[in-house]
């Protein structure tokens, strides 16, 4: 059983839908090492079948064995595995050691609170038993714009698991790639209401920057802890200018990155859209927003 996205969100829903008995597998504390963080989860199932992951190969196979043992007994084991840990002969090759908690059959009622806050972009703190974690919906990344540039930022993102969503004067680009979120934009001076929140990354990608005026003075209003632009360093100056003139704070104008990317002057547009990914992540971390 594969999924691809290994969001909370994603793992609690595939739980509370999921007919067989369940065990969700949290990681409650890392010391060390570890490939994944504390608050990370893994679903069970009791034939063995699974989605997401805790250690990518090291541990995960025992993982399951615990599981199925948890929901045949229909109760909750804590775990270590590592420094410390019982299972001598189980070794975690980054070194230290991680404690996990495996909850079995978790409670129905619970696990779709937690879903129906995640899906409505709101913080959610998940509790059982001897485990609490407070979860954030996923990374949204709104993109503007057409062409190259804009479609292969919106399937990269779409690959490692962000929720994204396109507005494109170009009807034929969702056509052709069949966008889950598309929004065709028709006027460069009709305003768009404003979905922005701590969670959302957002990008233009427009050659013709005669749409990036209004856009960039609804988004700098609101929450997104990311706003870019692509375009030159001169081009960007030309937009800062008409972002003054047109009465846009000079605190607000300074939200805008521009140009846009970790690694400047990329003339490729998968390079470029790797390069903004990049560096939406790395903003999103220092933010803590991970």
């Known amino acids: 059983m594969s999924l691809k996205n290994h969001h909370a969100y994603d793992i609690l829903k595939f739980v509370f839908n999921e007919t067989n008995p369940c065990a969700l597998v949290c990681v409650k504390s890392v010391n ?7 608050g990370s989860l893994m679903a069970v199932c009791c034939d063995g079948s699974f989605v997401g992951y805790i250690s990518n190969g090291c541990v995960d196979a025992d993982i399951i064995s615990q599981s199925k043992i948890s ?14 840990s019982q299972y001598k002969d189980i070794k975690l090759p980054c070194g230290g050691s991680i404690e996990l908690i495996i909850v079995p059959n978790p409670n ?51 690959e490692v698991g962000l929720e994204v969503n396109v507005y494109s004067p170009d009807k034929s680009i969702n056509d052709e790639l069949k966008f889950l979120s598309f929004t065709h934009l028709n006027d460069p001076e009709k305003p768009l ?19 990036e005026l209004n856009i960039l003075k609804r988004v700098v209003l609101g929450d997104a802890f990311y706003i870019g632009a692509m375009g030159s360093i001169k081009t960007h100056q030309v937009r800062e200018q008409k972002l003054s003139s047109a009465g846009v704070s000079l605190s607000d104008i300074s939200k805008i990155r521009g ?19 990049a560096e939406i992540i790395k903003v999103a971390k220092d933010k803590n927003l991970l």
């Open 108 to 158: 129905k009622e619970t696990l779709g609170k937690a879903i129906e806050a995640l899906g409505s972009r709101k913080e959610f703190l998940l509790k059982f038993d001897e485990y609490e974690h407070k979860y954030r919906p996923k990374l949204q990344i709104n993109l503007y714009g057409r062409d190259e540039a804009l479609s292969s930022l919106a399937s990269l993102a779409t």
């Open 193 to 211: 209401i404003n979905h922005d929140d701590y969670w959302t990354a957002v990008v233009l990608l427009f050659h013709d920057h005669d749409w």
């Open 32 to 38: 060390g090492g570890s490939m994944r963080s504390v």
């Open 259 to 277: 140009p846009i990317g970790l690694i400047p002057s990329m003339r490729d547009t998968n390079l470029l859209a790797l390069s903004t990914l």
């Open 71 to 84: 929901i045949s007994e229909n109760k909750t084991r804590i775990i270590q595995y590592g420094k410390g």
